[in-house]
């Protein structure tokens, strides 16, 4: 056939509790989340959507003394104001329509431990304020109860967006930022971790290799340079989506251009049936199904902002999402 097709390098990949990275940009981002881990400070991680800031906040808690404590997550972007505000400091019996008995939350739950916030930017007001009170004074009172609780949690915290936007914006708290903010740590975006690209490609296609169906020796010179040339906006979690994808459009053991998303082939996403948008239209319905229609989960899960679905969504004409199995 005459064209390139590149497979896999011989590189060592490097392993930071499940960072997977052939960078040297990497190694000092991994001697300071060491460094500060070792502190009980309250940590701030800055950086794109689908860059790793979970994994990153795991990696904190494990090198930390309270490694052997609870973790526990959540994502501040993904639960209505009153759910959120029962996830994280509980309720009592009775508190709202339905708390039919005592719930303990996230901060109850992580005592002794750590809790990570992402998309802290997210929080409405009056959690912050609750929030920095756990901060200032290690307390919180659930909702409907009255008397406080005591806890000892670390905070680490995440953002896509700077805090201080939110700040200028009056939608955040500026003691909260500098409470959060202690020790602030910038995850580098995809595109700016010299060889990753290609690594992690690689990576996942080990990966979707192992769960059989078709299997992928190469990838092609030209699929390769779309790759390369590509922002990666949504990071390592959309080049993970792009390698799912090629699996699941292509059949051949190379991968070329035609297996990846418009998006990598410089096309804009169209709505003609059994087209490329017709994959995307699938990818977008399958990311609503599995996230129960949330947009905001759906579009974490795409790599992609909350905006883009929802004009993607728009474009696409979807407006709920199918129940049932995902296709
Ligand atoms: N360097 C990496 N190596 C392997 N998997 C990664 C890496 N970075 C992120 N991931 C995976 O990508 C997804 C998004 O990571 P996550 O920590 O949730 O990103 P963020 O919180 O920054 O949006 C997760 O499934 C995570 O396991
Ligand atoms: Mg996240």
Redesign the pocket.
Known sequence: MGRTILRKPDKELVDFYGIITVAPEMQEFFALVSRVAATESTVLIRGE??TG??LVARAIHKLSGRARRPFRAL?CATLTPELLASELFGHVRGAFTGAVRDRRGLFSLADTGTVFL??VAELPLDIQARLLRVLQEQTFVPLGGTDPITVDVRLIS?THQALRRGVTERRFREDLMYRLRVVPIFLPPLRQRSGDIEALAWHFIDQFNQRGGRVVEAIDDPAMAALLAYPWPGNVRELRNVVEYAFAIGVEPVISLADLTPELRGEPPSDEPASPGMAERQRIERALHESGGRKSLAA?RLGMSRSTLWRKMRELKITGWPRGSPR
């Open positions: 959507t689908g800031k979970e994502n992402d998309e995440a974490e």
